[in-house]
């Protein structure tokens, strides 16, 4: 059974510091990882997607790592702003049965 | 693209009481998602449905819990009787019908945060 976890539970910086957030899943048959963004009492907010071929993807002051061997994810935040103040989750799709296995997220806080 | 729609976005109702959720997916998106997320948790899977069928409601509490999705387009999500633990955030997800090989993402909507008192 896949189990997705995700360290630190939070996570509290000082503004403008570059910043990691941790995702380990057990299970490496995997279609693809996705990092989301969660607001409170917003929905989700879809952030970068890794096909399991791939080993990266960034967009603007972020970038995700894929290791699927290890079963590894790591999320690069450069640069952090006080609107990134979120949590953060991360899900991995199953080959088997294209069903979202999720971690129970990152929350963090960056100080101004 | 509109994007999936939910409604109502919030909702307290007292225990025993009964509610409904509603959900309209991304126009051409034959996949429909329910999830239920507690605070601090991440969402889990109730139900999923490929057009009007359901493919997978393994993790839905049937004794309390029911959806439907008419002509494969939006769906209801209902709870009858609900309890103090229900309460939670249930967010709603559509995507085309998968293909191997070909990039495969959900779409998420607002959600509906639930408290029953």
């Known amino acids: 059974k896949q189990e997705v976890t995700q360290i630190p539970a939070a996570l509290s910086v000082p503004e403008g510091e570059n910043l990691v957030l941790n995702c380990s899943f057990t299970?490496?048959?995997?279609?693809?990882l996705q990092w989301f963004r969660q607001d409170p009492g917003k929905g989700l907010t879809s952030l970068l997607l890794?096909?399991?071929s791939q080993r990266e993807q960034t967009s603007g002051r972020l970038n995700a790592s894929l290791d699927k061997s290890s079963g590894r994810s790591t999320l690069y935040i450069a640069a952090s702003q006080p609107g990134d103040s979120a949590t953060y989750l991360c899900?991995?799709?199953?080959?088997?049965?294209?069903?979202?296995?999720w971690g129970a997220g990152t929350k963090l806080i960056i100080k101004p | 693209e509109a994007g999936v729609a939910q409604s109502p976005r919030y909702k307290i109702i007292e225990k025993r009481q009964s509610v409904a959720f509603w959900c309209n997916p991304i126009?051409?998106?034959?996949?429909l998602y329910w999830y239920q997320q507690i605070l601090g948790q991440g969402p889990k899977l109730l139900i999923q449905?490929?057009?009007?069928?359901?493919?997978?409601d393994s993790q839905l509490p049937k004794d309390r819990f029911s959806a439907e999705r008419l002509k494969g387009v939006d769906s209801t999500l209902k709870i009858q009787p609900a309890k103090l633990e229900d309460s939670a955030v249930y967010l709603c997800?559509?995507?085309?019908?998968?293909?191997?090989?070909?990039?495969?993402?959900?779409?998420f909507g607002p959600g509906t945060r639930l408290t029953v008192t």
């Open positions: 890794i096909q399991s």
């Open positions: 997800a559509s995507s085309l019908v998968r293909s191997w090989g070909q990039p495969y993402e959900q779409y």
């Open positions: 126009s051409g998106h034959a996949t």
């Open positions: 449905f490929q057009n009007n069928g359901v493919v997978d």
């Open positions: 899900a991995v799709l199953m080959d088997s049965n294209y069903q979202l296995i």
């Open positions: 299970d490496s048959a995997i279609y693809n």
